[in-house]
């Protein structure tokens, strides 16, 4: 916790310079020990807000950063030998075994239950799909290296939404071997002006790398163009 705040702090030094008097919502800060305090707070709310999948009891959060906040010197080296050496190894093993396995058995019942949906159909290779509309099917791509224009919203299992090309405001083109296999393989499956549904198990998307990984991903897609490669011409 100590380096959490400590990594705040340095944060905080990036940022540039405030003024003596700065408001934060409807509270004035009158000085620059409310200023760093404030911007330290923001920070580490903001990233326990945004970690994903984890479940906490903010008291028990504020009660703990009281506790080594308000520690002697003395029962921080008691604390670093026993309490929070059992606290590290308890958050790594929880963020790279109990929640990359919670992830993993949430995809597996999810990929069950969609595949006896209506229009739902799933490929040699594990995909999962649903075209809802085929589009030109004279107008394909063919193959990984052809170029693709597409709309598209990428969500997870529980709809929250990490990627999209529509809140961007444009379109995004790339060749099908720049994406992950998932992609390569389902859009491939309509023509131009077609809209397929994807839903890609880990194994054809990030595998166990970074926040998307060990889970499902839901790709709504608008196919809006198709350019072929040099070899597919």
Known sequence: MKKLIILSIVLVGTMSSCSNQVTSGNKSLNSEKDSLSNAIGLMMGNQLKSTEDVDIDKNMVYNAMEKIMNASESELDSMEKYELKEAREFFRNYMTVTVPKKKAEASESFLEGISKEEGVKKTESGLYYKIVNMGDENVKALCETDTVKVNYVG??????????????????????????????????????GGKIILYIPSELGYGSRGRLGNQTLIFDIDLLDVMPSVENK
Do not use: C, H, Y
């Not at 299992?157 to 389902?186: C, M």
């Open 155 to 192: 969500t997870t299992i529980d709809g929250k939404e990490f990627d999209s090309s529509i809140k961007r405001g444009t379109p995004a083109t790339f060749s099908l071997n720049r994406v992950i296999k998932g992609w390569t393989e389902g859009v491939q499956l309509v023509g131009k």
